[in-house]
């Protein structure tokens, strides 16, 4: 019957309600695999604004998405890819039972997440200082008064998902130290590796929404000479 | 169940790749190439989200459930996005007023 | 299993007490009870709102309530009915207490998960609550915008943040159940032979995980709007409030098939048990549950008609809104092949499956009327739309929901229901049920708007019987409360299979032990396959 806790083997987790570890792994699995899709539906509905709106008022969007400073954009972007890579070598590490390597890989990648934190909210403050955060104060530069509701559009855009987006960030940071805690404990073996695997999935997806961010928020028409 | 360790190699390579479409997405977007730079930064952007899901996130090495999973998701998206902006985009080509 | 043995034997209810054992508890039975509870104080909730709804009605000026208090109560009523009580109803309660069950699994793939999702629809209805009590929310359930992020000054943040929170417990149900009906099936369960509740309850789940993020992400919009003005919906600034009905009903259309697909799973289960027959056509049945899930995703913007939607999207949503019709029809047909030529028994559970096959069918019909894009113009925001949906949710979920209790009631508390007392409170439902609504479907056609409450003299008669309905109807709806409570002690000791039926469930004591079955089952027959239940007296009044 259900190996009622009994069993030291507790320790590596497989839970009572499951008959192997492998179908546990599985199930795990198949979970956080679900989990992203319903986070691809909740980006999509601010995608799906972004669409509305571009299509709406391309001109203003252009103009607007002029403001944002397109190098810190793209650097952000390779920090965030770079942690990505950090990322799948710590699974990887965890693959091959490796627990420095694991901990090694972890720690470079919730940096590199802080990294990309840090400048995003030198990229918000800027925003904040230039008046373009969405509200009572938003004033845009060269632009008429019937427009500032449309440039308004896209900074709330803007805001609402980096912002989304960086929370996700913080989230996945906070995962991140719990695995690097449970690592250094030598929680992680190549038979048992699952949240690594597990959060570094999350950590992919979360990137993967900057991925499509940057060229839609920062990259719009800048072929164009701004006024 | 990830039996398949790719190499360093692999997983270097692959980062070397979304490197440069980073770089190309960037430069292209100075370049005036009209309706198609919407086309293009999509583009890159769906190649580089390729490289992450399967290679990062193993999906080359995945079950068929997940892959469906993951078909599943983007084809829902796809519904959201399509036929809301089917509706956006047909207004005013009947000519009845306000629709 | 033996009356004398029942007291002494340890099962899921008896195997610990306490308050932490129970707010503790990451088994998938109590915790289904534990929504069980939840939702029925939910209901009474929203019936205290459908009361004074009707009391004001009864007459045709304003004399009950203020046109603002009036905005509340038809709003509160729907927040609470859809949000907290329909939605997470049969899945949350019966199929959690039942999907592992069925397919022979120990718990789900996620106890703990399945825990905080409970505690999700319970601090989400405190949000809800809180706002209902501290001054109540007027936008109506649908909250269009940009009444709801301008112009209202009601509590609209706290109801949202509590639909919020709600939505995330149903996600995770969801994605609960969907991880354990793949992963998590007994050896020979094949899919194929899982019950059909597992199906409709399954393909549900895939509605909740796909569709309940978008409502998620535009109440943070609606948030936003509402507290910073962004603009995202306010004309004014550029905005569309179209986006806003677009993104709202991609969740909420597919939700009312959420309210409805574990209810026909209910009614295949009880009208194949209740005629001894197999369901027929299992795999078309199975089918059509996932092309409702799938179909409902498509038509969302019937919603939309009169709302300023181009006239393009509407001829393609009225025409796939047709589409989504065939499967429910399917099953209606199918359930009604089941019955033919089936050894059939009025028990209670049957009952309630007759009553939706033919109250579900108008729904569904007056559905189709209202998919037509010429008479939908003319009836769209009348009480026709409110007759045509209360018959699914009420003339069809809520009764499938009663015939689900019944059915299993004596399997959760190892105790029958008094059947005679069941099956008038059966017949007070259903007729008290027609006499509220039917009124309403006449009233709606000619012209009665819905959300108003001062309304010309000539509708009063109908509207009069409609709240005479009500009154039965909340009667009928009194008793199974009062009776099943009373069953807890004195009802008449349940075996482990009363009815005879064929599943997983029924191979195991009422109630049944916490892990469910004492040896995991290798399952070697099809679905409802009667020529293998061994023996078992089949209780009907």
């Known amino acids: 019957m259900a190996s009622e806790a009994h069993a030291p083997a507790e320790s590596l987790a497989l839970r009572e309600q499951f008959e192997t570890e492998a179908q546990q792994k599985d199930a795990s699995t198949l979970g956080m695999w679900i989990f992203l899709i319903t986070e691809v539906m909740f980006f999509g509905g601010l995608f799906l604004a972004y669409m509305v709106y571009r299509r709406l008022y391309p001109d203003i969007f252009a103009i607007a998405s002029s403001s944002l400073n397109v190098y810190i954009g793209a650097a952000n972007t390779v920090v965030l890819l770079c942690s990505s890579l950090t990322m799948v070598l710590a699974v990887r590490a965890a693959q091959l039972g490796r627990t420095r390597a694991i901990v090694l890989f972890l720690v470079l990648t919730l940096l590199l997440g802080g990294v990309f934190l840090g400048v995003k909210a030198y990229e918000w403050n800027e925003k904040f200082v230039e008046h373009h955060i969405p509200g009572p104060s938003f004033h845009f530069e060269g632009l008429g008064p019937d427009q500032q509701g449309h440039a308004q559009l896209f900074f709330s855009l803007y805001f609402a998902m980096t912002g989304l987006h960086a929370l996700h960030m913080v989230i996945g940071a906070g995962l991140l130290a719990m695995l690097i805690w449970q690592a250094r404990r030598g929680r992680f073996t190549a038979e048992y590796m699952t949240p690594v695997d597990l959060i570094g999935l999350y950590w992919h997806f979360v990137d993967i929404i900057w991925i499509f961010l940057f060229p839609l928020l920062y990259l719009i028409d800048r072929h164009l000479k701004q006024p | 169940m990830t039996e398949h360790v790719d190499s360093v190699k692999t997983y270097?390579?692959?980062?070397?790749?979304?490197?440069?479409?980073?770089?190309?997405?960037?430069?292209?977007?100075?370049?005036?190439?009209?309706?198609?730079?919407?086309?293009?930064?999509?583009?890159?952007?769906?190649?580089?989200?390729?490289?992450?899901?399967?290679?990062?996130?193993?999906?080359?090495?995945?079950?068929?459930?997940?892959?469906?999973?993951?078909?599943?998701?983007?084809?829902?998206?796809?519904?959201?996005?399509?036929?809301?902006?089917?509706?956006?985009?047909?207004?005013?080509?009947?000519?009845?007023?306000?629709? | 299993m033996i009356t004398a043995a029942v007291q002494e034997r340890e099962h899921y209810l008896n195997q610990s007490y306490g308050l932490k054992s129970w707010l503790l508890t990451k088994d998938h039975k109590r915790i289904g009870l534990l929504y069980l509870f939840t939702i029925t104080l939910f209901f009474f909730v929203g019936g205290a709102f459908a009361t004074m709804i009707r009391v004001e009605l009864l007459t045709p000026g304003g004399n009950f309530v203020s046109s603002d208090t009036y905005n509340k109560l038809f709003t509160m009523h729907g927040v609470a009915m859809i949000f907290f009580f329909l939605i997470p109803s049969?899945?949350?309660?019966?199929?959690?207490?039942?999907?592992?069950?069925?397919?022979?699994?120990?718990?789900?793939?996620?106890?703990?998960?399945?825990?905080?999702?409970?505690?999700?629809?319970?601090?989400?209805?405190?949000?809800?609550?809180?706002?209902?009590?501290?001054?109540?929310?007027?936008?109506?359930?649908?909250?269009?915008?940009?009444?709801?992020?301008t112009y209202s000054n009601s509590w609209v943040i706290a109801t949202a943040i509590g639909i919020f929170i709600a939505g995330f417990s149903s996600i995770l149900t969801g994605l609960n159940f969907i991880v354990t009906v793949h992963r998590m099936r007994a050896p020979g369960m094949t899919w194929m032979r899982m019950p059909l509740f597992v199906w409709s309850t399954y393909a549900t789940s895939l509605i909740q995980v796909l569709g309940t993020p978008v409502l998620a992400v535009t109440i943070i919009l609606l948030f936003c709007e509402r507290f910073f003005h962004i603009g995202i919906f306010d004309p004014k600034l550029g905005g569309d409030p179209v986006l806003f009905q677009h993104m709202f009903w991609f969740y909420s259309h597919p939700a009312v098939y959420i309210m409805v697909l574990p209810a026909m799973g209910i009614i295949s289960e009880v009208v194949s048990v209740f005629s001894r027959k197999p369901v027929f056509g299992y795999r078309v049945v199975a089918y059509a549950s996932m092309a409702i899930a799938v179909l409902g995703f498509l038509v969302w913007g019937h919603h939309l008609f009169v709302a300023t939607q181009s006239v393009y999207a509407g001829l393609v949503f009225s025409f796939l809104s047709y589409f989504v019709a065939i499967p429910s029809a399917i099953k209606v047909f199918n359930w009604t092949a089941t019955l033919y030529k089936g050894s059939i028994s009025f028990a209670t559970p049957m009952l309630y499956a007759f009553g939706f096959i033919g109250l579900f069918t108008i729904g569904g019909?007056?559905?189709?009327?209202?998919?037509?894009?010429?008479?939908?113009?003319?009836?769209?925001?009348?009480?026709?739309?409110?007759?045509?949906?209360?018959?699914?949710?009420?003339?069809?979920?809520?009764?499938?929901?009663?015939?689900?209790?019944?059915?299993?009631?004596?399997?959760?508390?190892?105790?029958?229901?008094?059947?005679?007392?069941?099956?008038?409170?059966?017949?007070?439902?259903?007729?008290?049920?027609?006499?509220?609504?039917?009124?309403?479907?006449?009233?709606?056609?000619?012209?009665?708007?819905?959300?108003?409450?001062?309304?010309?003299?000539?509708?009063?008669?109908?509207?009069?019987?409609?709240?005479?309905?009500?009154?039965?109807?909340?009667?009928?709806?009194l008793m199974p409360m009062i009776y099943f409570v009373w069953s807890l002690r004195y009802g008449q000791v349940a075996g482990s299979n009363p009815w005879g039926a064929a599943g997983l469930e029924w191979q195991t004591a009422s109630p049944p032990p916490v892990h469910n079955f004492d040896e995991m089952p290798v399952v070697t027959h099809e679905a409802y396959d009667y020529a293998s239940v061994i023996g078992e007296e089949i209780q009907v009044g």
């Open chain 3, 365 to 477: 019909l007056t559905g189709l009327f209202l998919a037509a894009l010429g008479f939908d113009v003319h009836v769209t925001d009348t009480y026709f739309v409110v007759a045509h949906f209360h018959y699914i949710m009420v003339g069809g979920t809520i009764m499938a929901y009663l015939a689900g209790l019944h059915y299993w009631w004596p399997k959760m508390t190892g105790r029958m229901y008094p059947e005679a007392w069941a099956r008038l409170s059966a017949l007070v439902i259903f007729l008290g049920f027609n006499l509220t609504f039917f009124p309403q479907f006449i009233l709606g056609y000619l012209g009665m708007p819905r959300r108003y409450h001062v309304y010309p003299d000539e509708f009063q008669v109908l509207h009069v019987l409609s709240t005479a309905g009500a009154s039965v109807l909340a009667a009928g709806y």
């Open chain 3, 90 to 149: 049969i899945p949350a309660s019966l199929g959690n207490f039942f999907l592992p069950m069925m397919i022979g699994a120990r718990d789900l793939a996620f106890p703990r998960i399945n825990l905080l999702s409970w505690y999700l629809l319970v601090v989400g209805g405190l949000f809800a609550l809180f706002a209902m009590l501290a001054g109540g929310v007027d936008t109506g359930w649908t909250f269009y915008t940009p009444y709801s992020t």
């Open chain 2, 12 to 99: 270097v390579l692959v980062f070397a790749a979304l490197i440069f479409l980073t770089v190309a997405t960037t430069a292209v977007a100075f370049v005036d190439l009209g309706p198609f730079s919407v086309v293009m930064a999509l583009a890159i952007a769906v190649c580089k989200m390729l490289l992450v899901a399967l290679f990062f996130m193993h999906v080359r090495h995945s079950t068929r459930l997940t892959r469906l999973v993951v078909l599943g998701g983007l084809l829902w998206l796809a519904i959201l996005l399509l036929l809301t902006m089917g509706d956006m985009m047909s207004r005013g080509w009947v000519g009845v007023p306000g629709r």
